[in-house]
């Protein structure tokens, strides 16, 4: 077997972030995917730095794993080939705004239609339908009108953009859901469907707890900073050498933390102290307890301190120490190198969905522009060298 | 149809956040999602804040759509009673500590014998193997140690934690995707396979371009505030009545910018600023003359003026203006109501996985702790009212 997913072909017409993440997920586990690009340019992401050798590494990272082709969907011969090779394909995936696709002529009406068996995932800012489906959606617009910017950030701090695109990525994995979701209900129902991923709401729906509160108190939760609104202690603490995590979820562990670990076995019975909502009112006075602990220390000592009475702790890591760690980048192979055609020797991100027999793979680098059209449109539609040169020159690949 | 799931029957060991997250996903969806709690405790998020009459709105609000039971694993009628359920089951999922299902009795050698089609999803801190599987995770160690919080948070400023429990919410996510792929497989090999999710490989994952930035370099990224490190301009500005999106993520969108919003068309042709890592480079300075028109209006003008040109914009929604929005609230269903038994009518969050045919369907309020032991080991196992009572006096059930 060669992955999870290796009786599927998907067609990733996505640019960015969004969508392309779903299809190198969807492409680890075993997938055909197939990115189509506009001619020229392809991507926008191409633009984005950091570029090797002229090719953005950024691109590279999330579409390894897809051959790729460039189509002029505005062409007529073009348009026609897309429809060609959606009657080869599971599952199409695009994150246009709403419309373009009916525009061209190749909306999930006129796809279904060639293909019953097709699965046409949209990924876009706030969805096909609703009164803002037209705007245009970025990462920064999902996460400041989904509410993290507002939950981000220190206590009395500016709202704050997560530091990656957050938005982008659980849109990204809400796709990845929903379309093998449908892969399923295929089987039941015999036919295809559409799958309609809003950046906005999936930022809204990772808020777990918070719109709980609300809904409890009509409050609008304030930042925190690194403390958590449902459970204490659970915070970054001041070490001698920075900050250090240290995170006790339930009863248990809070009594080891003051009877085995801060010497203040005292603190179990303190009525401010005695339940998780009580702690996390009094959480400001707590801290001093522990920070009386923690700020005699490095991080080093607190975390092996802590960890060998069983209570979580970490280190805040930088990106070049995660690199280096020997259980993320050695044992969890989360960075896999591959030989990029001209970035040469590169790494890109490993993935963190383990399946145990068909375990994600990643060996394929990312395409250059239009690099497999000749492999592709040769086995797919059967088309020669000759015909490919005649295309290019039209300007439909 | 109930759902694109509909044939899959789940049994969710899970606690908290993480695995919750992925059962709610799945019944969503359909799947008949069955929670196994220990008695008289139950999850550890029932004692999660806020409360309303004694019940957590928190463990409700992740726990919908699913029939509760309780059942003590460590006791041998207790053990069996779970092996009879397995051989009835396609899912199990749970987020102990690797090996404590083993010590159990239960661990997927023992469950794979009994039915070799189960898929067997786990999520811990840190993945069933390598050095640090064996220390305890939760999502603030995740963040910590898969690097969002190195890159998150003002210029300068300190490290910061996601205003949610946003590895959680990406570990519960992968291991949906890890399970529908091992849905997809198990038609391929007949058979059911472990799937292993850790939080901090989620974490690493979502980071996209960062990790390209650093191979490129070797430079640790520091933290950017709310100006991203591959686009601009990507960022929030000063408005008069606060901060405010804007995001030009291609030179078309830059060029629209100068030219019919800022009234700076030269800036196009301004060296500085005539690519987009050169506008990376020099954003500080840009951001200067995009604050000289931002600074002059309120937020909706901003907002209204680009939106009007075609320039993503947006408001930073806190979760009281989300809650009440006509999009989001209204069209998209992002909030649901449902009678909880004990709570009352209250609101859970709505699900983002838009799946036209057969969508996700939230009407299924969280159980009570056991309330669903009578329905369940009735059909399931044939247990009757007596035995039921015996099974709770001898601490069970």
């Not at 015909?387 to 039209?394: D, N, P, V």
């Amino acid at each position: 077997m060669t992955g999870a997913l290796e009786n599927l072909t998907v067609l990733d017409l996505t640019r960015v972030v969004s969508g392309p993440y779903c299809g190198a997920i969807l492409g680890d586990l075993g997938a055909r995917v197939i990115k189509i690009e506009r001619p020229e340019l392809g991507d926008d992401s191409r633009q984005y730095a950091p570029h090797i050798n002229g090719e953005s590494t950024y691109y590279a990272n999330l579409n390894r794993n897809k051959a790729g082709v460039t189509l002029n969907l505005k062409h007529p011969v073009g348009r026609q080939m897309l429809l060609d090779l959606v009657k080869q394909a599971d599952i199409l995936i695009e994150n246009y705004r709403p419309g373009v696709m009916d525009r061209l002529g190749l909306g999930y009406d006129v796809l279904s239609q060639v293909n019953d068996q097709l699965i046409y995932g949209t990924i876009t800012g706030f969805g096909q339908y609703g009164p803002y489906a037209d705007r245009p959606g970025y990462d920064i617009v999902a996460q400041a009108m989904g509410g993290l910017m507002s939950l981000t950030g220190q206590k009395g701090g500016p709202p704050t953009r997560s530091g990656n695109a957050m938005g982008d990525i659980l849109g990204g994995m809400n796709l990845a859901i929903g379309l093998l979701a449908a892969v399923n209900a295929r089987r039941l129902t015999g036919h295809g469907q559409r799958v309609d991923i809003a950046l906005v709401d999936s930022v809204v729906a990772s808020l777990e707890n918070a719109f709980a509160r609300y809904f409890e108190s009509g409050q609008v939760p304030p930042r925190t900073g690194n403390s958590y609104a449902s459970i204490a202690p659970y915070d970054t603490f001041q070490a001698t050498d920075g900050h250090v995590v240290v995170a006790c979820g339930n009863q248990r562990l809070f009594e080891v933390l003051c009877q085995e670990l801060i010497g203040h076995p005292e603190l179990i019975a303190d009525p401010r102290f005695t339940t998780i909502p009580l702690r996390v009112l009094n959480n400001e006075a707590l801290k001093v307890y522990i920070e009386e602990w923690t700020g005699q220390l490095t991080v080093e000592q607190v975390v092996e301190q802590a960890l060998g009475k069983g209570v979580p702790a970490a280190p805040i890591y930088d990106l070049g120490q995660i690199v280096h760690d020997p259980h993320i980048a050695g044992h969890r192979q989360m960075f896999v190198p591959v030989d990029h055609p001209v970035i040469g020797r590169m790494t890109v991100n490993g993935n963190p969905i383990k399946l145990e027999e068909t375990p994600p793979v990643i060996e394929q680098p990312a395409p250059t522009l239009g690099q497999h059209n000749a492999a592709v449109y040769g086995e797919l539609l059967g088309l020669d060298a000759t015909r490919l040169e005649e295309l290019a020159a039209e300007g439909v690949i």
